[in-house]
Nanobody
Framework: QVQLVESGGGMVQPGGSLRLSCAAS??????????IAWFRQAPGKEREALSCINSGGESTYAADSVKARFTVSRDNAKHTVYLQMNSLKPEDTADYYC???????????????????WGQGTQVTVSS
């Protein structure tokens, strides 16, 4: 089993920034062999992929619009993945989740069904 705990959500004004954290832990596996992705789900909408990163720091972004404002990074020593979100917009309001799956590369597409372990989510609200 892999446990994931997100943190860093909150309320921010449009144009502001937040950094989300995803702390991973396991007593069974070597996390170097897991990729970790970020997803979000806005009220009434499907969960959408944002980005993915492997232990080597190679990352994939689901869309150019995400890549322009969000940056994913990983600290293997701390078993933590970060999502730096800048220039936030009201439409970024959602619950943000991290997820993990056993793989060494993220691949070209980030698909929800490929991920086996999920955190509980952290809420981000962008509002003036």
């Amino acid at each position: 089993q892999v446990q994931l705990v997100e943190s860093g959500g909150g309320m921010v004004q449009p144009g502001g920034s937040l950094r989300l954290s995803c702390a991973a832990s396991t007593s069974t596996y070597n996390l170097d062999y897991f990729v970790i992705a970020w997803f979000r789900q806005a009220p009434g909408k499907e969960r959408e992929a944002l980005s993915c990163i492997n232990s080597g720091g190679e990352s994939t972004y689901a869309a150019d619009s995400v890549k322009a404002r969000f940056t994913v990074s990983r600290d293997n020593a701390k078993h933590t993945v970060y999502l730096q979100m800048n220039s936030l917009k009201p439409e970024d309001t959602a619950d943000y989740y991290c997820a993990a799956t056993r793989a060494t590369v993220c691949g070209l597409e980030i698909k929800r069904r490929d991920y086996d372990y999920w955190g509980q989510g952290t809420q981000v609200t962008v509002s003036s």
